[in-house]
């Protein structure tokens, strides 16, 4: 085992693709194919499964993954200490739904431990995609939240892609209103209440089903119905016609200004905001760190 076979692990898993992490380490692909073979051969394991739609880590590859990253940044550590190396280029990525406390972790992430050199990537997508992306580590962690109605399906599904998923904050539903919208001088609205509005959600693709919405209570039929795939759109949407969308109440007004409130919502149904990643492997020193963040701004 080298170091160097090391790196092409870590370089594959990010990459999720054999030949472009060729590409971005230098080698052929048949080389690196061969590399990452001798090692899985020498430790009798199997760190990636092939198939034809790509590559993914192994039950055994995540959890080998976790101790390469130790051991290759320790060693950069000795490198920078005594040979004076330039660092490598930091990579991490984070797939979450549409969180505005997810963005201010990020922000503090790049401001306290960029380098000048890095590669992050922060994706607000869907639900299904947030689970994919962590289990074939297109991104290390993910950011999603589960209540009594999805919760038997999204744990089925991190069970059989070996995630495990860690509790942030639990809250009563809110909605995000326009601060000119009518209802926002309540202090509580109803469903009733809310009918005569437009009803915004996010889309979720091919897999829309109700378990899968990013917002609570998503059985309920309503008269307008509008869905959309951005966070900026659905707050433009939020001023524009006087709409609304159901979350957790947590906002933040340096990136989202002071034009959207959120107000409880008459409802007996919690919110359990939490992130996910690899049951079998040590989050990265970016990863920890993030989610170190993302404790400092719920609190």
């Not at 990459?15 to 590399?35: C, D, T, V, Y």
């Not at 790509?54 to 990253?69: D, H, N």
């Not at 580590?137 to 993910?142: F, H």
């Not at 999805?150 to 639990?170: G, P």
Request: aromatic fraction near 10%; glycine fraction near 4%.
């Amino acid at each position: 085992m080298t170091l160097q076979q090391l790196k092409y692990i870590i370089e594959v898993a990010a990459r999720g693709s054999m030949n472009e992490a060729a590409k971005r380490l230098f080698i052929s692909q048949p080389s690196l194919s061969n590399a990452i073979r001798d090692l899985e051969e020498e430790l009798h394991i199997s760190i990636f499964e092939r198939t034809n739609k790509g590559i993914s880590l192994t039950k055994e590859g995540a959890e080998f993954l976790g101790y390469a990253r130790q051991v290759v940044e320790q060693a950069e550590l000795l490198e920078n200490r005594y040979l004076h190396a330039k660092p490598s280029p930091q990579h991490f990525s984070v797939s979450t739904q549409h969180y505005a406390f997810a963005v201010n972790a990020f922000v503090k992430l790049v401001n306290e431990h960029g380098q000048d050199e890095y590669e992050l990537a922060l994706r607000e997508t869907k639900t299904y995609e947030i689970i994919e992306d962590v289990k074939t580590m297109r991104s290390e962690i993910g950011i999603l939240y589960v209540n009594e109605f999805n919760s038997k399906v999204i744990h089925k599904l991190l069970r059989s892609a070996n995630l495990q998923f860690h509790s942030l904050f639990t809250a009563r539903p809110h909605v995000f209103i326009s601060v000119k919208n009518p209802l926002a001088k309540q202090s509580i609205v109803t469903i009733e209440q809310l009918q005569q509005y437009p009803y915004l959600s996010f889309e979720q693709g091919e897999y829309n089903s109700f378990h899968f919405s990013e917002e609570i209570l998503s059985t309920l039929s309503h008269p307008k119905s509008i869905r959309v795939n951005d966070r900026a759109t659905l707050f433009n949407l939020l001023i524009g016609l006087n709409g609304y969308t159901i979350s957790t109440g947590v906002l933040s007004s340096d990136l989202n200004g002071n034009d959207i409130i959120p107000v409880p919502l008459d409802c007996d149904e919690t919110i359990n905001v939490g992130w996910i990643s690899h049951k079998n492997m040590a989050l990265s020193k970016l990863g920890a760190a993030y989610v170190e963040a993302l404790h400092e701004f719920i609190r």
